[in-house]
């Protein structure tokens, strides 16, 4: 017999509230699918690269661009979902380690309204 705790019990689920509050004062219905994107920064274009065919692979529609910064290379993936917060929260955590995986950073996310 095995137990397992779920490792979002107790997440500060506040930014994603947050977001998803402001989604539904300017308008937006928080309930119907949203194009929500993910943004990250690489340090070089192969990695950058390689970590878009990740995201791809796994559903993502991805587009990379060399970054403002010198030398670092910008990742934005995007999917369709309803941004229900702990659903928001846990692709988050994903994405987090999606970026530490390939090196990289995870910016946040954002939604279409």
Not at 3 to 22: F, I, N
Not at 41 to 58: C, G, I, N, T, W
Not at 76 to 102: G, K, L, N, Y
Request: negative net charge; charged residues 20%.
């Amino acid at each position: 017999m095995s137990v397992s705790r779920d490792p979002l019990d107790g997440l500060d689920q506040t930014e994603e509230e947050a977001l998803v509050e402001d989604m539904r004062r300017v308008g937006a219905d928080p309930t119907a699918p949203t194009d929500v994107g993910h943004s990250f920064l690489f340090p070089s274009m192969d990695v950058a690269k390689r970590a878009a065919q990740y995201l791809e692979q796994h559903g993502f529609g991805v587009f990379v661009d060399i970054g403002g910064q010198h030398g670092v290379w910008f990742v934005f993936a995007s999917h369709e979902i309803v941004p229900v917060p702990r659903h928001i929260a846990r692709i988050r955590a994903a994405m987090t380690q999606v970026a530490a995986q390939f090196d990289g950073t995870y910016e946040g996310w954002d939604a279409a309204i």
